[in-house]
């Protein structure tokens, strides 16, 4: 786990506000390493979500660097144009959300192919059998051919990271991905992504408020109005 995968280099964003400018980052330096399980952890307002979407490059930075460095290639994401930074994100990252933003008159399956079919990556007999397989990975194939407004909030949410895993992208970005889940349904969705971690080397990069969940990352860090105030790093059981 000695490969870095995400590096972000005095990364700093700031929102200009009718009340004047706000700094949601101060100068972020960060390495997430190729199969790491890292938390960033903060209070409502900490800057998290930004944190993320300067990852993936949904956001612009203000300074610094982010390179991502998929499949051995190092990118600047932030020097990409939108549409260069669109199809880089579609081939290298996927995004799981707290809301889940599953498509309601879709089935489960089609919401896994719709996102195969815009990359044209398979064809459309190979989208289904790859979206099943997603879905038994997720332990949910059984439901494959009901709405989403049929299933639980957390069998919804584990159809979003299937979603997410439908191009077989190196990293996952997950938003607070357990926060509206009961406690015992947030377990086994943060268990799912402990193995996605650990079993298929899958670099996953999760925010969250929940300050208890420190100790289940392979790493994390605390974010602090706008900066990051501390690391540290977990030996999991069962990892190597």
């Known amino acids: ?14 929102y200009s506000t009718a009340a004047g400018d706000f700094p949601a980052l101060r100068n972020i330096n960060l390495t997430v390493h190729l199969g790491e399980f890292l938390g960033i952890v903060g ?11 300067m990852i993936n490059g949904v956001d612009e930075l203000t300074e610094g660097e982010v ?18 930074k669109a199809q880089w994100r579609g081939k290298t990252m996927g995004v799981v959300y707290q809301s889940f933003q599953l498509l309601p008159m879709l089935t489960l ?16 007999r190979e989208s289904r059998e790859k979206a099943l397989e997603l879905l038994r990975l997720v332990e949910i194939e059984e439901h494959a051919d009901k709405l989403p407004s049929f299933i639980s909030g957390g069998q919804q949410q584990r159809v979003a990271i299937a979603r ?6 190196d990293i996952l ?48 860090c605390t974010l602090v109005d706008g900066e990051l105030m501390s690391e540290s790093h977990t030996h999991r059981k069962g990892k190597q």
């Open 1 to 14: 786990m000695n490969t870095p995968i995400v590096e972000l280099k005095n990364v700093s964003k700031t």
């Open 43 to 53: 209070k409502s307002g900490a800057g998290k979500s930004t944190l993320l979407n």
């Open 67 to 84: 390179i991502v460095s998929s499949g051995g290639k190092p990118v600047s994401v932030h020097n990409l144009t939108e549409d260069e």
């Open 109 to 124: 399956v089609e919401n896994i192919t719709l996102v195969m079919d815009l990359a044209e990556n398979f064809k459309p």
């Open 164 to 169: 997410a895993l439908a191009n077989d992208p």
């Open 173 to 220: 970005v997950a938003d607070e991905p357990t926060g509206s889940l009961d406690s015992i349904t947030a377990d086994h969705v943060f268990e799912l992504f402990s193995r996605l971690a650990a079993e298929r080397g899958k670099t996953i990069i999760m925010v969250t408020h929940d300050m208890g969940l420190k100790s289940r990352f392979t790493r994390h």
